[in-house]
C-alpha cells in the first residue's frame, strides 16, 4: 500500500460479491488504497454479533498494488474487527466504508443492521466511518446511480473528516425515483408491524418467517429519515455508539439512589 495516498478499510453484510460493495470499492479506489474484509456469506441482520463459538478464517481474493480483498467466514462485525486489530496492523485505516447495503438501513432497522455494525466497530477502533445503503434489496440491483453522491461524500470527509466519535449512515433512494438532494435527518422512531408469517413446512410442522412493513411513527414528521426517503430525497443520519441517555440520568438516580 502507498502510504502518500490515504487507505480505506470497506465491509458490509451482504458479502463482496454483491453489486453494492463492488460500487463502493469502484469509486474508493480513484482516492485512496483500499482494502475490503467483507463476510464470505450474506450475513444481513446480524447487527454487531460476533463469532465466539468457533474460528474464524480468511480467504485471500485480490493483493495488487492499491487493493487488497479478502473474505471472512464470520459476521460484519469479525470482518472489521479482524481487519482493524490482525490484517492491518501495520498500518490503521484513515477511514472505514461500509456497504452500499442492498436495502435501506434508515429508522429503528439500524438496531439490526450488519452494515451499521461495521461503522460503529470503527468508531470503536477510532477510525472515521460512513455507511451507504440504497433503496432495493435485489440481489441483482445496480448500484451505479449512488455513485455520484458516494463520491461527493468521499471527497468532503477526505478533505473535511468527521465530528469526533461520530459515524454516518446515508441512505439512497431507488434511481427510478431520481435523487432530489440530500437532507441531515435523525432516524425515524417507528416499528416493523406484521412481521411474522406462519407457514406449514414440508414435514407438517409450524415456521415462521420473517417479513413485515415499516409503521412510521409519525408520517409528517420532517425530521426524519423515513419522511425524506420517501420523498426522493438521499438522506445522512449522524450516529455513535454510546447510547446513553445523558437527560435521564438524573431521573434515574432520584429514583434508585
Known amino acids: 500500500m502507498d502510504k502518500k495516498r490515504p487507505l480505506i478499510l470497506i465491509s458490509n453484510d451482504d458479502g463482496l460479491d454483491y453489486n453494492g460493495i463492488q460500487s463502493l470499492i469502484k469509486v474508493a479506489r480513484r482516492y485512496a488504497d483500499v482494502f475490503v474484509a467483507a463476510p464470505a456469506e450474506h450475513q444481513s441482520g446480524k447487527s ?11 480467504i485471500p481474493v485480490a493483493n495488487e498494488p492499491g487493493y487488497t480483498a479478502v473474505k471472512v467466514t464470520g459476521t460484519p462485525a469479525d470482518s ?14 484513515d477511514l472505514l466504508l461500509a456497504g452500499i447495503n442492498h436495502g435501506y438501513n434508515m429508522g429503528v432497522s439500524t438496531l439490526y443492521s450488519g452494515t ?11 477510525v472515521p466511518a460512513v455507511a451507504f445503503s440504497y433503496g432495493s434489496w435485489e440481489r441483482d440491483a445496480d448500484m451505479s446511480s ?9 471527497q468532503r470527509v477526505i478533505d473535511g473528516g468527521l465530528p469526533a466519535d461520530v459515524c454516518l449512515n446515508i441512505n439512497i433512494p431507488p434511481a427510478e425515483q431520481g435523487i432530489k438532494g440530500l437532507k441531515v435527518t435523525k432516524c425515524d422512531m417507528g416499528r416493523w408491524a ?31 429519515d423515513m419522511y425524506w426517503l420517501r420523498r426522493g430525497y438521499a438522506t445522512v443520519t449522524p450516529c455513535h455508539v454510546d ?15
Not at 82 to 88: D, E, V
Not at 245 to 250: L, R
Open 48 to 58: 454487531s454479533a460476533i463469532s465466539l463459538s468457533g474460528p474464524v478464517r480468511v
Open 194 to 224: 406484521n412481521e411474522w408469517t406462519r407457514r406449514k413446512a414440508d414435514d407438517g410442522t409450524v415456521e415462521y418467517w420473517m417479513g413485515g412493513e415499516y409503521v412510521m411513527a409519525d408520517d409528517n414528521d420532517d425530521t426524519t
Open 80 to 93: 472489521v474487527k479482524l481487519a482493524l486489530s490482525q490484517l492491518m496492523a501495520e498500518r490503521q485505516p
Open 146 to 154: 449512488c455513485e455520484p453522491l458516494v463520491e461527493q461524500v468521499l
Open 243 to 257: 447510547q446513553t441517555d445523558f437527560g435521564a440520568m438524573q431521573q434515574v438516580a432520584d429514583l434508585l439512589l
Open 116 to 126: 451499521m455494525a461495521c461503522t460503529y466497530e470503527g468508531l470503536m477502533h477510532g
